[in-house]
């Protein structure tokens, strides 16, 4: 599986737009890249989930370049709610997706 | 739809005592996997089952079990505890091999 590196923090102030990018240089041609948040104590929640060019959902947009080398999470006008640990993933998009790799994270700290 | 839930949330043990933990996955979804977060390890992966069947299984020793049931409902069990088996543990739940993981709110155990 095709290691991430991301930033382990980012600030950001209320209202702004956070994009946080994640590296994934040994990326499959059948992979996906996902992103998932997670609170304290609390199971990751699935964000948003590319395979290349952009998508957008209610909560976030993904860009991922032509060489799916990187990717970036785009999170518009952060709230204090949006405080947490985010994790970018490389997943197979064949075969078995289930053996998810985590790396550290980025931790995202909102604030007034 | 309901989403993943766990039993207990929380849960405090001694050391050498066992302990089963218990994970319902969304309905319609047939694999499981579990996962052990830990501050100083992260979130690894534990094992995933799919259709009553261990598919996958992660670097954890034979203390670590787990099984799944014919209405997809999974269980781990943790035999002889450790204080290091002190952790959150959070289950998975996806439609098949190849489906977006979505995560229940964990199982916070506590070894004394």
């Known amino acids: 599986l095709a290691k991430t590196t991301q930033p382990i923090s980012m600030d950001s102030y209320e209202g702004q737009e956070v994009n946080i990018t994640c590296s994934h240089n040994?990326?499959?041609?059948?992979?996906?890249i996902t992103w998932y948040q997670q609170f304290p104590s609390q199971g990751p929640r699935f964000i948003i989930q590319?395979?290349?060019t952009k998508v957008t959902n209610e909560v976030a947009s993904l860009f991922i370049p032509a060489d799916r080398k990187s990717s970036t999470l785009s999170l518009p006008r952060v709230s204090l709610s949006d405080t947490a640990v985010y994790y970018c993933?490389?997943?197979?998009?064949?075969?078995?997706?289930?053996?998810?790799?985590f790396g550290t994270g980025t931790r995202l700290q909102v604030t007034l | 739809k309901a989403g993943v839930t766990q039993t207990p949330r929380y849960l405090i043990k001694t050391r050498g005592q066992q302990v089963t933990l218990s994970c319902s996955p969304i309905?319609?979804?047939?694999?499981v996997s579990w996962y052990q977060q830990t501050p100083g390890q992260g979130l690894q992966f534990l094992f995933e089952?799919?259709?009553?069947?261990?598919?996958n299984k992660g670097n954890f020793p034979g203390r670590f079990s787990g099984r799944q049931f014919s209405n997809s409902r999974s269980e781990m069990n943790v035999s002889t505890l450790e204080l290091g088996d002190s952790a959150l543990y959070l289950c998975?739940?996806?439609?098949?091999?190849?489906?977006?993981?979505?995560f229940g709110p964990g199982t916070r155990l506590t070894v004394l």
């Open positions: 998975a739940s996806s439609w098949g091999a190849e489906g977006t993981q979505y």
């Open positions: 040994n990326i499959a041609t059948n992979d996906y």
């Open positions: 590319g395979y290349k």
């Open positions: 993933l490389v997943v197979p998009r064949v075969g078995t997706a289930s053996k998810l790799t």
């Open positions: 309905s319609g979804h047939r694999s």
């Open positions: 089952y799919f259709s009553e069947t261990q598919r």
